[in-house]
Every structure is written in C-alpha cells, then in structure tokens.
C-alpha cells in the first residue's frame, strides 16, 4: 500500500485489504476521529469511521450496490439499489431502504421507477416516467409528462396535486 499526497489530499494506490488513515483526523476539542476501509474476501467493502468519544459508524458496501450501515446510536439503515429503467445499473436508484431504531421503529420503504420512450432506440426520448414508492404500507405516486411537462402527485390517500415544469 503506498499513500502519496496529491493537491492536499491522500493518494491511496495498490490493493490493500485494509486501510487506516495516518494519524486520523483533529477535532478543534483535540481529539482523534479514526477512518478504516476494509476489502472484504466476499468483494464487500467496510468503512468503519471512529469518532473520539462518541462511537463508531460502520457502513458495509456490497457488490451488488447493497449497504448496510449502523450508526453509533446503534441505528441500522440498510439499502438497495437496482437498475433504471432506461439506462441500467450506469445510474442505480434506491428500490428499497429499511431503517431500524434501537427503541423498535422501523420505517419500510420500496421504489419502483418505469419510463415510457416516445423513440424505444433513443433513451433521451422520454415520454412520461412513474416513481412509486411505498413507505411502511402507504403507496404514493409521482407521474411526469414530458409532453406537457406536467408532475402529478398522488398520495396513498389518493389526493392529487399537479406541478407544471417551464422549460
């Protein structure tokens, strides 16, 4: 592992399987906040950031694009992401995130996200694109029309509110 400076900033090159910030980083009350990221056998990446007296947050980067990550206060998000509907994995979008309290709440959400093409061979040809998401149950939708340049909103107690976009 080499760790060189270029234009103020760490230069980490080679293929370690763990890394450690030298020295870790000053807080203005003096004290150290540690920085490590470790290559996983299974490809999965783990970040584990230290801060001087109050904890660890350590974030679990999978190779699908999966994360899991629990904070100091013992909170545990966990993400996945999943394709776009025209241009793939090249722009990944959140389809579900669960976030687990110590105290027992949860809060549940799933996303999909469909675009219909005016041209099928052109992905910038967009003719409308729907998100629905889902938060603990209660389904709410966002519609643009790029014709018109209109969002609709419909919340999961089916109320509308429209939004018109100037170009």
Known sequence: MIIT???????????????????G????????NTYTVEYL??????RVNTYA???QR????GTDGSSTVIAPDGTVTTTTQGPDSRFGMQSPVTTAMTIKTPGGLEYNLTKTRTAALSDPQNL???????DTSS???KRSTSI????????????????????????
């Open 144 to 167: 643009y029309d790029a014709s018109s340049g209109t969002m609709t909103y419909i919340t999961p107690m089916r109320r509308q509110s429209f939004s018109t976009l100037n170009s």
């Open 124 to 130: 910038l040809s967009l003719a409308t694109l729907t």
């Open 25 to 32: 980083q000053k807080t203005v009350f003096n004290r150290t």
């Open 58 to 61: 350590i974030a679990t980067i």
């Open 135 to 137: 938060i603990n149950g």
């Open 53 to 55: 007296g109050r904890g």
């Open 41 to 46: 056998s299974i490809g999965a990446t783990r």
């Open 5 to 23: 400076a270029c234009r103020g900033k760490r230069v980490i090159t080679g293929n370690p399987t763990a890394i450690i910030a030298p020295g």
